[in-house]
């Protein structure tokens, strides 16, 4: 059973923590609060049955420490006894992990909590701005990362500690702003008769804006994947691709923009995941800001709103060691989310 509690803020050492993705596991060991973590390879979920699989091959298998607590950032709701991962076929079961590989204690949490987390850790370093605006320390923030899927969640400063704020806020609508919008809104995939944000702002939303530039166009499509999107954005050598990656970052600044009001995020906005590390060229251009600050009748507010690329390559995991540090400064609810042994 699930501790119904989330007053106990000590969690042993060693840790380890893990970031779940739908195509890769990372995983690394903290032995103590001030030690670098230990890192180990990056595993496909794939290529391993189950997560008890991988953690004891590709982890216990490699050290000789035995880490008496797990605290794992997944995709996918945190219910029961058994957590069903959106994008892959693992299920995680606590209380196996507990039973068969030695755990006292195993915290799970939302993958896109880890990443509010990372963004009240990283330094500048692991930061590359986009646009103006300044940081107020103590204000909300909020974390945006296109994916497999487009994750969401804020970032609540209140009583000295970090409140991450995990939603679903990746399947809010989006609409039509300009005529351009107009002609190609008819024409993208929906999903339950709407564009959610995530129809546009993931992998597969790109591919979506993608061939409706190409249907409107009436161009024959070349890419066939994401990655050749960027690929020929970059090379210049598609225009369709070229117009479908900024259409892709002028809608990130739309809801990048709605989310900050939300927030009222004056801590900043972070863009996280693998595809925006991919377009920072794109993002630097005016478009990406132009949306994000065209929110009358407070555009004022936007402009002095930062804007930040998160370019750490494992900041889910940066942000789950700086929690397990001090999971005093974080206000991680594990209430139902909890296992010990
Ligand atoms: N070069 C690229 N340009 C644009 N999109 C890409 C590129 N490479 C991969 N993608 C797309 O990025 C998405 C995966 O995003 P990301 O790497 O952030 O993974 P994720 O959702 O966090 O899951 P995981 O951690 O398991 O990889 C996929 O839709 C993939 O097609």
Redesign the pocket.
């Known amino acids: 059973m699930p501790n119904p509690s989330d007053s106990d803020h000590t969690i042993a050492f060693p840790i380890l923590i893990g ?8 995983f690394a060991i903290l032995t103590d609060a001030y030690a670098e973590p230990k890192e180990f390879p990056v595993l496909a ?1 794939a290529d391993f049955e189950t997560i008890d699989l991988a953690i004891q091959t590709g982890v216990l298998d490699k050290t000789s420490l035995q880490p008496r607590s797990a605290i794992l950032a997944v ?1 996918g709701p945190i219910k029961d006894n058994e957590i069903d991962l959106t ?2 076929d693992w299920v995680i079961k606590p209380e196996a992990l507990i039973r068969e590989l030695g755990f006292e204690d195993v915290i799970v949490i939302n ?1 896109f909590e880890a990443q509010a987390l990372a963004a009240a850790s990283l330094g500048q370093e692991h930061l590359e701005k986009v646009g103006g605006g300044e940081v107020r320390p103590a204000s909300s923030r909020v974390v945006v ?5 487009l ?1 969401v969640a804020g970032l609540v400063h209140a009583r000295h500690t970090w409140f991450p704020v995990p939603g679903e806020g990746g399947h809010v609508d989006i609409g039509p702003r300009t005529p351009r919008d107009l002609e190609l809104f008819p024409l993208y995939d929906t999903i339950g008769g709407r564009v959610s944000a995530e129809q546009l702002l ?3 939303g ?1 591919m979506n804006i993608y061939r409706a530039v190409c249907k409107a166009g009436k161009i024959k499509e070349s890419a066939t ?3 050749e ?3 020929a954005w970059s090379a210049g050598s598609d225009p369709a691709a070229v117009e479908a990656i900024e259409l892709f970052v002028t809608y990130l600044g739309r809801v990048a923009g709605d989310l900050a009001l939300i927030f009222m995020a004056r801590g900043g906005v972070y863009l ?4 925006v590390q ?2 920072i060229p794109a993002l630097n251009q005016p478009r990406f800001r132009e949306a994000f600050e065209d929110k009358a009748p407070h555009n004022e507010i936007l402009e002095n709103i930062p804007t930040f690329v998160i370019t750490h390559p494992l900041a889910a995991l940066h942000g789950l060691a700086a929690y397990a540090r001090t999971p005093v400064r974080f206000g991680v609810s594990t209430k139902g989310s909890r296992w010990k042994a």
């Open positions: 970031d779940i993705g739908g195509t890769n596991a990372r979920t995709a994008n892959c993958d990362g296109p994916g497999t899927g994750g993931c992998g597969r790109l994947s994401p990655a999107v960027t690929a996280a995941g693998g595809i991919k377009i």
